[in-house]
């Protein structure tokens, strides 16, 4: 993956772009290595916002696995058949996981600075990356939204192309109790872990964007 590309999926274009400076939360980890931040979460919680978020306030590239699984599935039939409803997203995180270690790897050769998000991404990845990667200090949160209801998904509008107003109610109704079973499942797999889990449906949706920005780069961020 060339620097062009990480442009064209979420980097500015540093040359054209003043770079602010670097905030008292990340002076460590910029002085001794890249850095990659993992957004984890179902779908439709906010990952997508948050990595935009941190891509126009702090010029963090970033990548989705969504990017990394449309191209896989053209040529692997597992991940195609993990990837069909109902989801199982701990069989589709086994799958995805050498390909994501991978992507890490290159982006860390193109950006100091880069952001990885997608419900594939598990609380077990972050020590798994951490200790796969030499030199980059890996930062991680996950959203999770556990009253997530049908009028949420009904009405979300989130960066990404939208199905929802194709779906029936029945089908609406099943999908919102997913993620709501997956960021219940979610939190405690954090505790377990030990990362960071942040409900949207707790705290709001603005509230939960600061909490995570925060924990990622340090009290004195631009976005936080």
Not at 1 to 14: A, C, I, T, Y
Not at 65 to 88: E, H, K, N, S, W
Not at 105 to 133: K, R, T, W
Request: net charge negative; with cysteine; charged share 20%.
């Amino acid at each position: 993956m060339s620097r062009f590309e990480l442009v064209q999926l979420g980097q500015p274009d540093q040359g054209a772009r003043h770079q602010p400076p670097l905030t008292v939360g990340r002076d460590t980890d910029a002085m001794t290595s890249h850095v990659l931040y993992l957004v984890g979460g179902p779908p439709r919680v906010g990952k997508s916002a948050l990595a935009q978020r941190l891509l126009k306030d702090e010029g963090i590239a970033w990548l989705p696995t969504d990017v990394i699984r449309t191209v896989l599935r053209r040529v692997l039939p597992d991940l195609d058949t993990a990837d069909q409803d109902p989801v199982d997203a701990v069989r589709l995180a086994e799958v995805m996981y050498p390909h994501i270690e991978k992507a890490a790897e290159v982006c860390a050769e193109e950006a100091e600075q880069f952001l990885i998000e997608g419900f594939e991404l598990l609380p077990s990845h972050p020590a798994c990356l951490q200790a796969a990667l030499a030199g980059t200090t890996v930062r991680a949160c996950f959203l999770g939204h556990q009253t997530f209801s049908t009028g949420d998904l009904a009405s979300y509008h989130g960066p990404k192309p939208q199905h929802e107003r194709q779906l029936s109610s029945a089908e609406l109704a099943e999908a919102a109790a997913w993620i709501r079973r997956h960021s219940r499942h979610l939190h405690q797999e954090c505790q377990a872990e030990g990362q960071r889990y942040i409900d949207v449906g707790a705290l709001g949706f603005h509230d939960a964007m600061q909490q995570a920005c925060r924990h990622l780069l340090g009290p004195n961020s631009l976005s936080s």
